[in-house]
């Protein structure tokens, strides 16, 4: 009896001859981190200049991403707008192509009125280059 191309059995065959196919060894292999198809693919939150990036502060509760991305559509084309929960609620984040766009959306939108809260925009700091209180 042979798994997955160990031995002569039919168990690993596949079409490479005992080499490869399905072998009743790989569920046991992934509980140790060995990356099987879909495992590890996801990314790491957004990889983007920080300079392109603003934090959005001071939001409504139940502001969806699709109202913040019109409201700051305004100072240029998002590229990425989120909406935060959790221990983040009530901030967001928004991406845009150039700096000029950001640094635009900092000076016009910062206090503006958005679902009749008055919201902060400022630069993207990210959380562990922040200072420590």
Same mark, same amino acid.
């Given at each position: 009896?042979?798994?997955?191309?160990?031995?002569?059995?039919?168990?690993? %065959?596949?079409?490479?001859?005992?080499?490869?196919?399905?072998? #009743?060894? !790989? +569920?046991?292999?992934? %509980?140790?981190?060995?990356?099987?198809?879909?495992?590890? %693919?996801?990314?790491?939150?957004?990889?983007?200049? +920080?300079?392109?990036?603003?934090?959005?502060?001071?939001? +409504?509760?139940?502001?969806?991403?699709?109202?913040?991305?019109?409201?700051?559509? !305004?100072?240029?084309?998002?590229?990425?707008?989120?909406?935060?929960?959790?221990?983040?609620?009530?901030?967001?984040?928004?991406?845009?192509?150039?700096?000029?766009?950001?640094?635009?959306?900092?000076?016009?939108?910062?206090?503006?009125?958005?679902?009749? !809260?008055?919201?902060?925009?400022?630069?993207?700091?990210? !959380?562990?280059?922040? #200072?420590?209180?």
């Amino acid at each position: 009896m042979g798994f997955g191309g160990w031995g002569k059995g039919d168990w690993g %065959k596949g079409d490479k001859g005992g080499k490869g196919g399905w072998s #009743p060894w !790989q +569920p046991m292999f992934m %509980k140790w981190g060995m990356k099987g198809k879909g495992w590890g %693919k996801g990314s790491k939150g957004l990889k983007v200049d +920080p300079a392109l990036k603003c934090w959005i502060g001071n939001l +409504p509760e139940g502001t969806s991403w699709k109202a913040l991305q019109e409201h700051m559509n !305004q100072a240029g084309k998002t590229t990425w707008v989120e909406c935060f929960s959790g221990k983040g609620a009530g901030t967001g984040g928004v991406s845009y192509a150039t700096a000029e766009e950001a640094a635009n959306a900092i000076t016009m939108l910062n206090g503006s009125l958005l679902n009749g !809260q008055a919201i902060m925009v400022d630069v993207w700091v990210k !959380q562990s280059d922040a #200072p420590a209180s």
